[in-house]
């Protein structure tokens, strides 16, 4: 069984930063891509950014320049650092990531999801 469990959303100011954090475990053998998605209150939910394991980046244009993705493969923790935000970031952010499993099977796995809230 894999879980993925995020962790360090909260309440702060425009202009604000957070950093959210994903932390997998389990039957893990390789973690492939990981990525963040966000879902607001009566929208889709959409890819904030998303890094393989080679290290390559892909982000939404709302989260170019403002955004960091990474992660500690040692940890099999991935890391979204977010500067400078704004009112519409606020959503329920998830943490996705392809994870093939010691037991031989590999799949999309999703955790619980975060609050962030970006208001005055």
């Known amino acids: 069984q894999v879980q993925l469990v995020e962790s360090g959303g909260g309440l702060v100011q425009p202009g604000g930063s957070l950093r959210l954090s994903c932390a997998a475990s389990g039957n893990i053998r390789r973690i492939n891509t990981m990525g963040w998605y966000r879902q607001a209150p009566g929208k889709q939910r959409e890819l904030v950014a998303m890094l393989t394991s080679g290290g390559t980046t892909n982000y939404a244009d709302s989260a170019k320049s403002r955004f960091t993705i990474s992660r500690d493969n040692a940890k099999n923790t991935l890391y979204l650092q977010m500067n400078s935000l704004k009112p519409e970031d606020t959503a329920v952010y998830y943490c996705?990531?392809?994870?093939?499993?010691?037991?031989?099977?590999?799949?999309?796995?999703w955790g619980q999801g975060t609050q962030v809230t970006v208001s005055s």
């Open positions: 996705n990531a392809d994870i093939s499993t010691t037991r031989g099977s590999r799949g999309g796995y």
